[in-house]
Nanobody
Framework: QVQLVESGGGLVQAGGSLRLSCVAS??????????MGWYRQAPGKQRELVAT???????TYTDSVKGRFSISADNAKNTVYLQMNSLKPEDTALYYC?????????WGLGTQVTVSS
């Protein structure tokens, strides 16, 4: 059973930074991995994609975080990161880590990010 454990969330003032981490119990750079990613869900809203990273290093970001957030991964540590800078109150949400593999889709339990104005 694949486990993803997120950490790094917290309360921060607008303009501040946080770095989220997601430790996986499997090799995130396995040939079966399609993307590693971060999603978020704010109260009363649907879960949305924040950023994804392929094994080849291709990244995608939702428009609202472009230029502020950066996704990366450490193969040796089986860890996916999300560096979040210039945080805004609208970034407040529960952030989830995701590993999409051929035939499987894995999620963590989430880490809360709260940005105060």
């Amino acid at each position: 059973q694949v486990q993803l454990v997120e950490s790094g969330g917290g309360l921060v003032q607008a303009g501040g930074s946080l770095r989220l981490s997601c430790v996986a119990s499997v090799n995130i750079f396995s040939v079966s991995t399609i993307t590693m990613g971060w999603y978020r869900q704010a109260p009363g809203k649907q879960r949305e994609l924040v950023a994804t990273l392929t094994r080849g290093g291709t990244t995608t970001y939702t428009d609202s975080v472009k230029g502020r957030f950066s996704i990366s991964a450490d193969n040796a540590k089986n860890t996916v990161y999300l560096q979040m800078n210039s945080l805004k109150p609208e970034d407040t949400a529960l952030y989830y880590c995701n590993i999409l593999r051929y035939g499987s889709d894995y999620w963590g339990l989430g880490t809360q990010v709260t940005v105060s104005s």
